[in-house]
């Protein structure tokens, strides 16, 4: 979706709304700050007109000394609460990121472009902590020293007032806005290109061995160099903005300390002001050029920040049911139901019994939607028309809660995450035995293995690196789901990684844990379904 830089900026700025007194503090270190900064050399100029005038220095002296010490005091302390600040929002936002993951469910997850989350996740929020870091409080502070410093060059004459007044609103808003103009478009297309350049280079390796395998290494790395110079194309365009925003800020700074030095000699009937006013002046831009250099710099953090917004604001496929009905899953059946992805129909008016305390098998070559039936019955998808049931009571009204704590899902790839064996298997049940974690792996075949591990069910996935097999990897996915022991027990392709030995020892423990149990096996092997009571065949769907 398209915004202009002020729709963004202005989103992004509702979150700082819990951080408010955080950031009314840092302003005002920052002003008091800057102000600290800007008199040090203009009580040098007022010390060199008292000299004129033999006036002792000590106490200007002083004055210099203790404005160079809360400089540096104020300085910290500004900083330290805007990053504070920034890493505090920056958590609160990836929280509310992976807040909104879960709402879009398996359905958007299983067509987003993981390399682009990926990017959203780490680099583009890590881009926000110039905006809520550099940004904010940086706008007020500039607004406020640039007043303060209109009105003290106001009250030598008005005509260095007005001087003072356009010199700021040239540097702090006419340059930045100019720059943001030219750059903003940039900014969001370098974002989106470094989003799809992660992308492909995650899938780069992920695809490593076939690439070896088929000679496709060159290739690839041709297409990641083509695309890595493109991408530097467009990063030295957002760069050269940049350069000719700080010339021009630097140019025109000199361009109005000049002016004004011109007119407190011509225009000023005080003398101290043709010394004070200049040294004012120039010494008084600090917190504007801050500013003049956030025009071309926010080019990316915008960019990112409306990625952000996209994610946020997309609308959920599936939404999760809190307040519904929860059943005993005695009862699971489909009735007519139609199922499309986009334009592409899978299933058109299916019907299914499933029955109960038994296992199902179905068979049916690739495409015909056995995998999708699957996911329907999770309520990962909605059916587009029809209905399936569960206890008789429609599955949308049913608490999702309720679903996922009776229905357990193997599928034919089994994630498992940079922790011990232990830890992967209590994804299942957080609060399970080590009796309960020996006895679910016997079931899966798989606990002669893990105690070879180095450390048995305490050994780091992450340790084993390739040593895993995928068969293993699957008998430790079907570990879990007997750990967790729902009602409902979902197969897809559980033994498509296993020899024939311990697809047999795997069915076997299946047909073993079917006791009060409903259990849903798709295989394309005719092996795998001898342990099935009743066999359902499907066929693609074929539109006339």
Same mark, same amino acid.
């Given at each position: *979706? ?9 989103r ?6 819990? *951080?408010?007194?955080i950031?009314i503090?840092a ?5 008091a700050?800057f102000?600290?900064?800007i008199?040090?050399?203009v009580?040098?100029?007022?010390g060199i ?5 033999g006036?002792?220095?000590?106490t200007?002296?002083?004055a210099?000394?203790l404005?160079?010490i809360?400089?540096g #005091?104020?300085?910290?302390?500004e900083q330290?609460?805007?990053h504070?600040i920034a890493f +505090?929002l920056l ?11 879960r709402?879009?469910?398996f359905a958007k997850l299983?067509?987003k ?14 881009l ?6 550099h940004t ?6 500039a607004?406020? =020293? ?12 008005w005509k260095?007032? #007005?001087?003072?007044l356009?010199?700021?609103?040239? #540097?702090?808003?006419?340059i930045p806005?100019?720059?943001?103009k ?17 992308? $492909?280079?995650l899938?780069? =390796?992920?695809g490593l061995k076939?690439?070896?395998?088929f000679?496709?290494?060159q ?7 083509k695309?890595?110079k ?7 365009? =957002? +760069?050269?903005?940049?350069a000719?925003?700080?010339?021009l800020t ?7 300390t000049?002016?004004? $030095?011109v007119?407190?000699i ?6 101290c002001? #043709? ?7 120039i010494s ?12 071309t ?7 990112a ?9 997309e609308?959920?496929?599936?939404e !999760?049911?809190?307040?519904? +009905?929860n059943?005993?899953?005695d ?7 139609d199922f ?7 299933l058109?008016d $299916?019907?299914?019994q499933?029955?109960q305390n038994?296992?199902?098998g179905?068979?049916g ?9 699957l996911k ?5 998808w ?5 209905k399936?049931?569960?206890?008789g ?11 996922r ?10 994630m498992?995450?940079?922790?011990s064996?232990a830890?992967?298997?209590?994804i299942?049940?957080a609060?399970a035995a080590? !009796? /309960?974690?020996? /006895?679910?792996?016997k079931?899966?075949n798989?606990h002669? $293995? ?6 048995g ?7 084993l ?8 990897k699957?008998?430790i ?8 022991d729902?009602n409902?027990?979902l197969l897809? /392709?559980?033994?498509?990684? @296993? ?7 795997i069915?076997?423990?299946?047909d073993?844990?079917?006791k009060?149990?409903?259990?849903? @096996?798709i295989?394309h092997?005719?092996?795998?379904l001898?342990?099935?009571d ?6 693609k769907?074929?539109?006339?």
């Open positions: *979706m398209k915004r202009n830089n002020l729709q963004i900026l202005s992004l700025i509702v979150f700082v709304k819990p *951080m408010i007194g950031m503090v302003v005002l270190m920052g002003v700050g102000m600290a900064a008199l040090i050399p009580l040098g100029a007022y007109y008292n000299v004129r005038t006036q002792p220095l000590t200007i002296v002083a210099m000394i404005c160079a809360l400089r #005091v104020l300085r910290y302390a330290a609460c805007n504070y +505090k958590a609160h936002i990836r929280d509310i990121i992976f807040g909104k993951l709402e879009l469910s299983e067509v472009d993981k390399g682009n989350l990926i990017s959203l996740i780490t680099s583009d929020v890590e926000l902590e110039v905006f809520y870091a904010i409080s940086p706008v007020c502070i607004l406020i =020293v640039s007043l303060i410093c209109i009105v003290w060059q106001w009250s030598m004459d260095l007032g #007005v001087c003072a356009a010199a700021y609103m040239s #540097v702090g808003m006419g806005y100019v720059l943001s030219r750059s903003s478009a940039s900014g969001r297309e370098l974002r989106k290109e470094s989003g799809e350049q992660m992308a $492909f280079v899938e780069s =390796v992920r076939e690439l070896m395998w000679h496709g290494v290739k690839r790395e041709e297409e990641i160099l695309k890595t493109e991408l530097a194309q467009k990063e030295k365009r =957002v +760069k050269e903005v940049m000719q925003g700080m010339s630097n140019a025109a700074v000199i361009v109005f000049v002016i004004i $030095f007119l407190a011509h225009t000023s009937d005080r003398q002001a #043709v010394l004070i006013s200049p040294i004012l002046m008084s831009f600090g917190p504007v050029i801050a500013l003049s250099n956030l025009g710099g926010l080019a990316q953090t915008l960019g920040g409306n990625r952000l917004l996209d994610l946020l604001e609308k959920v496929t599936v !999760e049911v809190t307040n519904g +009905k059943t005993g899953f009862d699971l059946q489909a009735e007519g139901i499309a992805y986009d334009q592409e129909q899978v058109k $299916f019907s299914l499933i029955p038994r296992i199902l179905i068979q070559k690739s495409g015909c939607g056995k995998s999708t039936l329907l019955l999770m309520r990962m909605d059916v587009d028309a029809g399936i049931t569960i206890d009571e429609n599955i949308k009204n049913i608490n999702t809660h309720c679903i704590s009776h229905e357990s899902l193997v599928s034919q790839e089994t498992l995450f940079h922790d064996i830890a992967n298997l209590r299942a049940k609060d080590d !009796e /309960e974690l020996v /006895e679910a792996c079931k899966a798989i002669d $293995f893990i105690m070879t591990l180095p450390q069910y305490d050994t780091r996935v992450a340790e690196g390739s040593s895993v097999s995928g068969g293993e699957q008998r996915g079907l570990a879990r789901a007997f750990l967790h729902g409902v027990l897809d /392709e559980p033994t498509s990684n @296993l020899d024939s030995l311990n697809e047999g020892a069915l076997k423990a299946v073993d844990h079917k009060g149990k409903t259990i849903i @096996l295989s092997r005719a092996s795998s001898q342990f099935a009743q066999i359902v065949k499907m066929t769907y074929e539109k006339k």
